[in-house]
């Protein structure tokens, strides 16, 4: 069995030489490379030099225990996959250790299988999850997400958009929604959008997650004075290609389009496919993304 693709190496911390040499034996067997720490300040000198894919962690060790070090851990690394390992076998320790910012938890004596398993879920998940942050960071549309009351994150455009428009908002992960932007917490869904009043000019705001999600990302824009149906006329398309990817960047369907641009349905549709091939893209939301691109151009 091979996991070198999903997680080329792994910091084991153990205070026991007896679990930490079979699990370096096993592991490595395995494909992956092994660190070892003897105790959590151990452990962390080796972060300070080195991120290794995943963490298995020991929870009882002399001095800094391993909830301790989880904590210690977190503050460097919000997506390092950590994984217990705990002979305690007790709810509360378990509740404790996701509490802390554990991923997953095994019991001693551990099983070699087992661990190299989970290792492989967490390892992938965290790839995953990294690789997607690191896209939205580097789209052109402004987009930042909340839990209805806390910024949980944003990408440089939509910081650079809000600094822009007012620079002395909050934008640290965490920090509370600044009341100037309390009128995007109200969007339910995605055909919503509102324009928020900021020092610098009127900020478009538009919620892409549907509304029974905890979670809402919205995607921002700025309020061009220009932006009205019949004035919009991005390059490369006619004015009326103009008007019919206006109204698909604001998440109207075909038959709204006809009945707003007193044409039929056919005729968006044809006026669509024209879009798509002067644009280089093939959906709807490729298009209303690359509409949005122009509005900020």
Request: glycine share 8%; charged share 25%; aromatic share 4%.
């Amino acid at each position: 069995m091979s996991m070198h693709d999903d997680c080329c190496d792994v910091l084991v911390v153990d205070d026991s030489a007896d679990t930490i040499a079979l699990l370096k034996q096993e592991l490595e067997a395995a494909g992956l490379k092994v660190h070892t720490a003897r105790s959590g300040p151990d452990a962390l000198r080796h972060l300070d030099l080195h991120a290794p894919g995943a963490i298995l962690l020991d929870v009882q060790m002399p001095g800094m225990d391993g909830f301790e070090t989880c904590c210690q851990i977190r503050a460097r690394f919000d997506d390092m996959p950590v994984v217990f390992m705990t002979g305690l076998g007790e709810t509360e320790h378990i509740v404790r250790g996701f509490e802390v910012g554990g991923n997953d938890y095994v019991t001693k004596p551990v099983a070699p299988l087992e661990v190299i398993a989970r290792l492989q879920a967490h390892t992938r998940t965290a790839r995953l999850v990294r690789a997607t942050r690191e896209a939205v960071n580097a789209a052109d549309i402004a987009m930042l997400a909340t839990d209805g009351t806390r910024l949980l994150w944003a990408n440089d455009a939509a910081r650079q958009l809000l600094r822009d428009l007012q620079g002395d908002l909050p934008l640290g992960e965490g920090d509370a929604v600044a009341a100037p932007l309390h009128a995007m917490l109200t969007l339910r869904n995605n055909q919503d959008e509102c324009l928020i009043s900021l020092t610098g000019g009127k900020l478009r705001v538009r919620r892409v997650t549907e509304a029974d999600q905890m979670i809402g990302i919205v995607a921002l824009s700025r309020n061009e004075a220009n932006s009205g149906a019949g004035a919009w006329n991005p390059p490369q398309l006619t004015a009326r290609e103009g008007e019919v990817l206006l109204w698909v960047s604001r998440g109207k369907t075909n038959r709204d389009i006809a009945d707003i641009l007193g044409m039929s349905p056919r005729t968006v549709n044809k006026h669509l496919e024209h879009i798509f091939e002067k644009l280089g893209v093939e959906t709807r939301t490729a298009a209303a993304a690359a509409a949005r691109n122009l509005q900020l151009a």
